[in-house]
């Protein structure tokens, strides 16, 4: 069962996924037992894609933390220079088949009920730009810190590619920076850099590169010095109405997912995308 | 069907009403067909009431633009100077029969689906004051550039007439401002200047009176570099509950109104309302 | 009937707790009939803690301006230096029975459902501190005024405590300060200080200290400038959801507390809390 379900004492919502091979090392775990925080750093280069098999290996990792009880929060960043992460990994989307983007789809869903859930403080200490998919992650922790660079941004910027943000894309982002805002952002895919995501809420915090994790692990401090459950409990409280609306309704947007994605003309689009950026290269 | 209906692919909300009899010259309305984008001019001196005449010339209006395949956005603008619109036109109900009262209400409830649910990209570029309903127009759009003269003021204010906004300009409000400053905003009925307004959210963007045309034809080319089909599919996502419950309580809001308006103490107080306004001439 | 159904005319929705022998001296209740404006100030020394005495007490008074033709508005402030209101009484919630902990919880209970939909004006002036139960005062009145003194501190902090603030409490934080900033304050049980409480809207107005009841009447008298029955329909209609979440659950939040509050693990939290405030003084 997922951590918000565990924390609120109701009856699973829904089975870790079967076990698939998985490549190992697309992301870098360590915990300090002393402190109870956890670091997972997305090394996938180039651009650190959500691949299925980072999705996947995101979701084991994330669980075995959470099921560690020397773990009390994750620290999420990246090791790939100025890339948090580019999102979800369109080689994925393009030219696969239905039963393929039903495999990828769930495992989205997947890490972000994990993520959105988790009972753990969970901080996004943001070091590079984070569109689409990367700013989900981002938008699913407690708390985010960014780097000042204004050449880094962050947005869900799927309207750009003829793409659309699923509701609870949608619900995460409005539960962080209000209805308005995210209206506006999502309808022009907005990717806004690092001092605007500031002002707008998006993140909650900027700070020089060099100070990022020094930063990231204070703010974990902060949060680690209540106690657990109240907070957990808390946290429930706060985002439970959102997660239960993708459980209620999983099924029904895998297959919103599988239908759209793979229109003949949303898959030239994708196809268009992919070209423009390995002419970028 | 409604715009938003469509982009969501769903049966038909609501019939067009059958067609009136109306005057048509009200709105000036011009299409650019190179750009792609409308401009419809309120021309109702001498202050944009908004008549059942003027309604109705409105949602046709629109309606043939949405229709349109060469149109993708419009600007709504005032031709009269120093007032966008001073809202519902109060002689539709004063001393008028229930019947009359029904029409007027469906007439209003049909502008803000149609307006609030459009496909297309609306700018609202707003050159003057805009209460009540001009300021319920101007939430409608996808958004607000107001000239930045503080003389000018906006809000929705009927609780100053003694009369309150339906739920509907309330759920239009909440989206754009939030729910504290709609609370305690509709409670006071408060018209915010122009720049309280930008401060608060409730326009996007001041600039001065003779650079405002550009400046929404800048923000409309900006939006409008968008593919339309996700654009549209992301405005329905946002916007369809707030839209979906008027269509749900749409004859118990039509009931509503008629039994509250044709209260002998509202229409006391309209009546001194507008002898009020008379003297002020 | 609460004030809040009264004004929409609905059946009645919970009837006042049966009479209780209460000791009428920890409110200062003083009508001024000329300006229909009532004040009340808890006077509970050393911190004006909401105990069940205070609670029923502050009902009962609320009841009786509510009846009270010549009463619009209510300014709520503290005859205690220093101090709004420290919160609910932590000695009704240890180590007491089960019959105690419903009865305390009923009047906590009771009394947000009068004062958040109370249909008189409503202004808090914030003359000291007020964590929990006396930030959720404060947050049910209309308008909030609080004195610069960065030394005075406002917020939700029942995590610190190990506790989890109940969802009408979140409610009623949300609509005020918006999801985001509810939700980390909520886990962090963030004290604000009053300059940061502005920044983020949970007050709307700070004052120096001497000022504070000349701007309480100000803001009170811009209130009441409007008329009572659009303002309290208004008010009704921004509030009634979350009011009727209360009503629909509150046997539900009832048995909730109870078993929650009756915990060991919970006791000991309280009893550990006590013994600090203790050695403080």
Known sequence: PPAWDRAARQPPGFPLAPCRAFSNNKILVELDESSGVATMKLKSPPVNSLSLDLLTEFCISLEKLENDRACRGVILTSAVPKIFSS?????????????????????????????????????????????????LIALSCDYRIMVENP???IGLNEA????????????TFVNVVGHRVAESSLQLGSLHSAPQAHRL????????????????????????????????????????????????????????????ISKESIQKSLRMYMEMLKKKK
């Not at 009920?113 to 689409?132: D, E, Q």
């Not at 750009?160 to 619900?171: E, H, R, Y």
């Open 151 to 153: 050449k880094f941004s």
């Open 201 to 260: 809420g998006l993140v909650d915090e900027l700070v020089p590169e060099e100070r990022l994790q020094e930063k990231a692990a204070a703010a974990m401090a902060q949060w680690l010095a209540l106690p657990d459950h109240a907070r957990q409990l808390t946290k429930s409280m706060m985002r439970k109405a959102v997660l239960d609306r993708l459980v209620a309704h999983r099924e029904e947007d895998l297959q919103n997912f599988i239908s759209f």
């Open 87 to 135: 999102g979800l990994d369109i080689t994925e989307m393009y030219g696969k088949s239905p039963e393929h983007y039903a495999e990828f789809w769930r495992a989205v869903q997947e890490m972000w009920l994990r993520l959105y859930g988790s009972n753990m403080v969970t901080v996004a200490a943001i070091n590079g730009s984070s569109p689409a998919g990367g700013c």
């Open 160 to 171: 750009q590619l003829g793409i659309v943000a699923p509701f609870w894309f949608k619900d």
